[in-house]
């Protein structure tokens, strides 16, 4: 158990390190402009980390995550707009379009913090339940699951698209003017949700670590690898795959929620087809089936989207794709893998197994 | 230790009967040969048995009727089974392919803990198998026959009470072989074991008693010798034997 321990000096340290990176440099070392950009990478990234435990250790290929990203960002929106509405008011948007009398009933609850906030995690987890256990159960597989949850995505965005009287259609909800009773102009309070978006985030990583260093990451790896060998061991994989999916939902659905006060908008646009395949190439270009690739790799993939697309409007699209496809074709491990590659070349290979000795048959089967 | 009881299994494939009408008994404690030529319907009646493939008829070990049943609870009635090729977690340990194999009756606060210690039944069955020595190496890197004794490990902590082996020596050199027959009889003194094999030599070792298919029909059964000396048996196998 020596290396189990050696492993989490070093883990604690990679978390020191990365604490003291988002709580201490980075407010120092970027302006406030750049402070609020590096929070709305830091809420992609939560969802990175989701997706790296359900598409990097399960082999759930989630292309619909901007469902639950959505779910939980609306739910935070919904909230937001009427505490700045105050009680009993409709939201600016609606009075400004005029078409409701009232407040529509699935907004009332919202306006209550004790049932939006958990609304922003458990719907998107309650969803995902429905959707997981249907498709687990009938052994829907691969691309059709990939399919069926970008099918989703889509009818999530056109549903808010064409219900704009009560959703704020294409423009989404946005103009926030407070959070919790703290104003959002104010660089102050700016910061503040940075701060609450760092320590989430790192919060999310200390999760996602010891899911994958349970017993059950363990059995997770072994649905990936071999569904079917997993049940005859006795156990249900599409149990194993819910739970992983169910948790990656959740995590989309905080990010969702934290990046309304971090960004000031959630829109159809940020939910659909496109930014659900985003999150996607994100984790692929950062690794997968590590803890910290899918987090870098959603970073700089943003980052670069930001600086390029700024520049080179039409070309971010292509090249993306074309970043996506090198990775999956000449590193499928992602940027993460490239240190271990280094490290291997400097090591000797460890020696091979030595080919088949007899079993020992000296002892009793006491099994 | 119970018995395993087929009555009337039939297995149809669009049409196609891959096991037809088979009446099978193997006694507690035996060590069952299933033996027939190539689409005989063997890895089918596995399949039957296990849960994997639809199949009419009657499936009983000790009380428990098993058709019907997903794959998962027959597991838990302890029948446990290994494949054709070796199907182990290529990107685990040894350690961790037992380990998983041992926890089906896990709870969560359990399955949500990191394993801290080694469980008795795995270090048991690790230096049963000889793998004890290996046990942190990923099991992708195992040698062929390594794989297959791994797999037969994983029966023995899943703590099955009825092994069905799919041809398990399949690939392996002779000691390996003569390794397997031997973890075989160990194996079997206090279960039942079903050994599907296409190695004449292997089955006079090691078989207890044979039965063997023939296009999805029981065509013969006995033991090695009465197997053998059977008219219609040589026939299929034509000088075999
Ligand atoms: N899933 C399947 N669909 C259709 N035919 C199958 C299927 N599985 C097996 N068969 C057919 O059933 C017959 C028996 O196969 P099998 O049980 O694998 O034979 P063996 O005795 O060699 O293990 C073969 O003719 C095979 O082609
Ligand atoms: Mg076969």
Same mark, same amino acid.
């Given at each position: 158990m020596k290396t189990g321990m050696r492993l989490s000096w070093r883990a604690g340290l990679g978390f020191a390190v990365g604490a003291a990176v988002l709580f201490a440099v980075a407010p120092v070392a970027l302006s406030d402009f750049r402070l609020s950009l590096l929070a709305k990478y830091l809420c992609l990234a939560m969802v990175a980390v989701g997706i790296g435990l359900a598409w990097g250790r399960g082999g759930l290929l989630t292309l619909g995550q901007g469902v639950f990203f959505g779910l939980g960002g609306y739910a935070m929106a919904m909230h937001m707009k009427l505490a700045d509405a105050g009680p009993g008011e409709m939201p600016d948007f609606m009075q400004l379009y005029g078409q409701l009398d009232a407040l529509p009933w699935w907004w009332r609850p919202f306006a209550n913090p004790a049932f939006a906030l958990p609304a922003t995690v458990l719907l998107p987890m309650l969803v995902a339940f429905l959707l997981g256990s249907l498709v687990f159960r009938r052994r829907v597989r691969g691309a059709y699951f990939a399919i069926l949850s970008q099918a989703l995505a889509a009818a999530m965005a056109i549903l808010l698209i064409g219900q704009q009287g009560t959703t704020g259609g294409t423009n989404g909800l946005t103009d926030f003017q407070g959070f919790f009773g703290y104003d959002l102009d104010d660089p102050v309070n700016q910061r503040m949700v940075y701060f609450i978006v760092a320590g989430v985030l790192l919060l999310l990583l200390a999760l996602c670590r010891q899911l994958m260093q349970s017993r059950y990451g363990e059995l997770l790896v072994a649905v990936r690898d071999s569904e079917e060998r997993v049940r005859f061991l006795g156990y249900d994989p599409a149990n194993v795959k819910l739970v992983a999916y169910v948790t990656a939902a959740g995590m989309a659905g905080l990010a969702g929620a934290l990046f309304v006060p971090a960004v000031g908008i959630i829109n159809p646009a940020l939910i659909g087809i496109v930014p659900s395949i985003e999150f996607v190439i994100g984790v692929a270009v950062g690794g997968r089936a590590s803890l910290l690739g899918p987090v870098l790799g959603a970073v700089a993939v943003a980052w670069a989207r930001t600086t390029l697309s700024e520049e080179f409007p039409a070309a971010w699209t292509y090249l993306q794709g074309l970043l996506f496809v090198l990775v999956v074709a000449f590193l499928p491990g992602g940027l993460a893998s490239v240190a271990r590659l280094v490290r291997r070349r400097r090591r000797p290979p460890p020696d091979p197994a030595p080919v088949s000795p007899a079993p020992v048959l000296t002892q009793e089967v006491t099994a | 230790m119970s018995g395993l009881v087929v009555r009337d299994l039939r297995v149809v494939f669009d049409g196609f $009967? *891959?096991? =037809?009408g088979v009446d099978l008994e193997v006694a507690p404690g035996d060590i069952r040969f299933l033996i027939g030529p190539n689409g005989a319907g063997k890895t089918t009646l596995v399949d039957a048995v296990t849960g994997l493939a639809r199949a009419t008829g009657s499936v009983r070990f000790g009380d428990d009727e098993l058709l019907g049943r997903p794959v998962h609870r027959i597991a838990r009635m302890g029948v446990g089974r290994t494949f054709q090729t070796a199907t182990v977690? %290529? %990107? !685990?340990?040894v350690l961790q392919n037992l380990d998983i194999a041992a926890g *089906? /009756?896990? /709870?969560v606060l359990t399955m949500l803990r990191r394993r801290r210690s080694v469980p008795a039944a795995v270090s048991s069955a690790l230096e049963t198998i000889g793998l004890a020595d290996l046990? =942190?190496? #990923?099991?992708?890197? !195992?040698a062929h026959g390594q794989k297959q004794w791994l797999e037969i490990g994983m029966l023995l902590v899943q703590d099955v009470k009825l092994l069905l082996l799919d041809e #398990? $020596?399949? /690939?392996?050199s002779h000691d390996e072989r003569d390794a397997t027959g031997e973890l075989l009889r160990v194996v079997s003194a206090d279960r039942t074991v079903v050994v599907i094999e296409h190695d004449m030599d292997f089955m006079r070792s090691f078989a207890n008693t044979v039965t063997v298919l023939h296009a999805g029909k029981v065509l013969s059964e006995g033991t090695v010798a009465q197997v053998q000396a059977d008219p219609a048996v040589q026939q299929v196998y034509l000088g075999v034997g």
């Amino acid at each position: 158990m020596k290396t189990g321990m050696r492993l989490s000096w070093r883990a604690g340290l990679g978390f020191a390190v990365g604490a003291a990176v988002l709580f201490a440099v980075a407010p120092v070392a970027l302006s406030d402009f750049r402070l609020s950009l590096l929070a709305k990478y830091l809420c992609l990234a939560m969802v990175a980390v989701g997706i790296g435990l359900a598409w990097g250790r399960g082999g759930l290929l989630t292309l619909g995550q901007g469902v639950f990203f959505g779910l939980g960002g609306y739910a935070m929106a919904m909230h937001m707009k009427l505490a700045d509405a105050g009680p009993g008011e409709m939201p600016d948007f609606m009075q400004l379009y005029g078409q409701l009398d009232a407040l529509p009933w699935w907004w009332r609850p919202f306006a209550n913090p004790a049932f939006a906030l958990p609304a922003t995690v458990l719907l998107p987890m309650l969803v995902a339940f429905l959707l997981g256990s249907l498709v687990f159960r009938r052994r829907v597989r691969g691309a059709y699951f990939a399919i069926l949850s970008q099918a989703l995505a889509a009818a999530m965005a056109i549903l808010l698209i064409g219900q704009q009287g009560t959703t704020g259609g294409t423009n989404g909800l946005t103009d926030f003017q407070g959070f919790f009773g703290y104003d959002l102009d104010d660089p102050v309070n700016q910061r503040m949700v940075y701060f609450i978006v760092a320590g989430v985030l790192l919060l999310l990583l200390a999760l996602c670590r010891q899911l994958m260093q349970s017993r059950y990451g363990e059995l997770l790896v072994a649905v990936r690898d071999s569904e079917e060998r997993v049940r005859f061991l006795g156990y249900d994989p599409a149990n194993v795959k819910l739970v992983a999916y169910v948790t990656a939902a959740g995590m989309a659905g905080l990010a969702g929620a934290l990046f309304v006060p971090a960004v000031g908008i959630i829109n159809p646009a940020l939910i659909g087809i496109v930014p659900s395949i985003e999150f996607v190439i994100g984790v692929a270009v950062g690794g997968r089936a590590s803890l910290l690739g899918p987090v870098l790799g959603a970073v700089a993939v943003a980052w670069a989207r930001t600086t390029l697309s700024e520049e080179f409007p039409a070309a971010w699209t292509y090249l993306q794709g074309l970043l996506f496809v090198l990775v999956v074709a000449f590193l499928p491990g992602g940027l993460a893998s490239v240190a271990r590659l280094v490290r291997r070349r400097r090591r000797p290979p460890p020696d091979p197994a030595p080919v088949s000795p007899a079993p020992v048959l000296t002892q009793e089967v006491t099994a | 230790m119970s018995g395993l009881v087929v009555r009337d299994l039939r297995v149809v494939f669009d049409g196609f $009967v *891959a096991v =037809d009408g088979v009446d099978l008994e193997v006694a507690p404690g035996d060590i069952r040969f299933l033996i027939g030529p190539n689409g005989a319907g063997k890895t089918t009646l596995v399949d039957a048995v296990t849960g994997l493939a639809r199949a009419t008829g009657s499936v009983r070990f000790g009380d428990d009727e098993l058709l019907g049943r997903p794959v998962h609870r027959i597991a838990r009635m302890g029948v446990g089974r290994t494949f054709q090729t070796a199907t182990v977690f %290529e %990107e !685990l340990t040894v350690l961790q392919n037992l380990d998983i194999a041992a926890g *089906a /009756g896990r /709870g969560v606060l359990t399955m949500l803990r990191r394993r801290r210690s080694v469980p008795a039944a795995v270090s048991s069955a690790l230096e049963t198998i000889g793998l004890a020595d290996l046990r =942190d190496r #990923p099991a992708g890197a !195992l040698a062929h026959g390594q794989k297959q004794w791994l797999e037969i490990g994983m029966l023995l902590v899943q703590d099955v009470k009825l092994l069905l082996l799919d041809e #398990p $020596v399949a /690939g392996m050199s002779h000691d390996e072989r003569d390794a397997t027959g031997e973890l075989l009889r160990v194996v079997s003194a206090d279960r039942t074991v079903v050994v599907i094999e296409h190695d004449m030599d292997f089955m006079r070792s090691f078989a207890n008693t044979v039965t063997v298919l023939h296009a999805g029909k029981v065509l013969s059964e006995g033991t090695v010798a009465q197997v053998q000396a059977d008219p219609a048996v040589q026939q299929v196998y034509l000088g075999v034997g």
